[in-house]
C-alpha cells in the first residue's frame, strides 16, 4: 500500500515516502556483542514478535531552493518484483505522491548499502532518476570505489557490498556529485559526518524558517533495539564500536537541543523526538513539527 506523509520545516516541503519493508529473523548473528535472548527481550519489551523484526525504508523528497531533492533510494524497483512488492516501492510511492521520477532534481545518498543505492537504478540497469544529479558522501565514495580497499575486503558481506556498488556506480558511468561533510549541499541542508555505520555514512540538519529537523540516516536501525540500547553492535556496522559512540553522541545532542528527528529505518511517517531512558534512549513518534 502506498504511502506518503507530508510536512513542511518553514519553507522548504517534506514528503515522507516508503520504500516497503523486510522482516527479519532474531537469531545470533544480528548482534555482536549481545545474545539472540538479550535481542528477544528487548523486542518483548517493546511489545513486539521476538522471532522476527520489520525493518523499514523511509526515503524523504525535499522541495528546496526551487528543487526536488531525493534522499536515499530504497531497494529499487527490481526488489519490488523479487518480493512481490513487499519492499522496493520507492517509484510506486512517488508516483501515488504525484512525484515524477524524472523531475527529481537532485539524489542525495547517505552511505553505499544497497537499501539505500539500488534503487538508482531500474530493473534493466538504466537510470531511475535520469535528470538528476547524484551526489554521494565524499570519503564513502573515495573508500568504495578503491581497489585496493575492494581487495582487502573480508569474505561474505563486505566483498558483496564492493561487487553490488561497482555494479550501480558502474552502470552510472560513476557519473556523481562528492560532497564534504560540514557543507551545505543543497539549500537549508548541511551534510554531517555520522561514520560507524559505514565509513562515510552521512545525516543532515535541514533548517528553514527557524525550525530544524536532524535526518539521521542509519544511526539508529531499529527503534525497540539501537535506542534503548546504544551500545549493542549490529552485525550491519562496518565500525561498530564507532557506531555505538557516534548514536550516543548525536542522541545527546538531539536530546540537549530539542531536535527532531526523521529516521530512515523508524515506523512510518519516521519522524520522532528522542528522550533520555534510563541508559539509554526513547524514540516518541510525532505527526509533525
Known amino acids: 500500500m502506498a504511502e506518503a506523509h507530508r510536512y513542511k520545516i518553514g519553507d522548504i516541503d517534506v514528503t515522507v515516502l516508503s520504500d516497503g519493508f523486510r522482516m527479519v529473523p532474531v537469531n545470533g548473528n544480528y548482534l555482536a556483542n549481545a545474545s539472540a535472548d538479550d535481542l528477544a527481550k528487548a523486542l518483548a519489551v517493546a511489545g513486539l514478535p521476538t522471532d522476527k523484526m520489520k525493518n523499514t525504508y523511509s526515503p524523504i523528497v525535499l522541495t528546496t531552493g526551487g528543487k526536488r531533492v531525493l534522499f536515499d533510494t530504497g531497494n529499487g524497483s527490481a526488489a519490488a518484483a523479487e518480493s512481490n512488492n513487499e519492499r522496493g516501492t520507492l517509484n510506486a510511492d512517488l508516483a501515488t505522491a504525484g512525484i515524477d521520477r524524472n523531475a527529481i532534481d537532485v539524489v542525495v545518498v547517505s552511505h553505499f548499502h544497497a537499501d539505500h543505492v539500488n534503487g538508482l537504478l531500474m530493473p534493466d540497469n538504466s537510470r531511475a532518476f535520469p535528470n538528476a544529479e547524484i551526489m554521494v558522501p565524499e570519503n564513502e565514495w573515495t573508500f568504495w570505489m578503491d581497489d585496493g580497499e575492494m581487495s582487502r575486503a573480508s569474505k561474505g558481506r ?26 551545505e549541499i543543497v539549500p537549508g541542508v548541511t551534510a554531517v559526518g555520522t561514520p560507524g555505520h559505514s565509513i562515510g555514512h552521512t545525516s543532515f540538519v535541514v533548517s528553514s524558517g527557524g525550525k530544524t529537523v536532524f535526518v539521521q540516516s542509519d544511526v539508529c536501525n531499529n527503534v525497540a533495539v539501537f535506542a534503548p540500547h546504544p551500545d ?3 552485525f550491519f556496522d562496518q565500525d561498530p564500536p564507532k557506531a555505538a559512540a557516534t548514536r550516543r553522541r548525536i542522541y545527546d545532542m538531539l536530546v540537549a537541543d530539542r531536535l527532531p528527528v526523521q529516521g530512515y529505518h523508524f515506523p512510518f511517517p519516521a519522524l520522532a523526538r528522542i528522550e533520555k531512558a534510563g541508559g539509554g534512549y526513547r524514540v516518541v513518534p510525532m505527526g509533525a513539527l
Open 232 to 234: 549493542w553492535h549490529g
Open 158 to 183: 563486505m566483498t558483496e557490498l564492493f561487487a553490488n556498488n561497482r555494479r550501480v556506480f558502474d552502470a552510472l558511468g560513476r557519473k556523481v556529485t562528492p560532497y564534504a561533510w560540514d557543507k
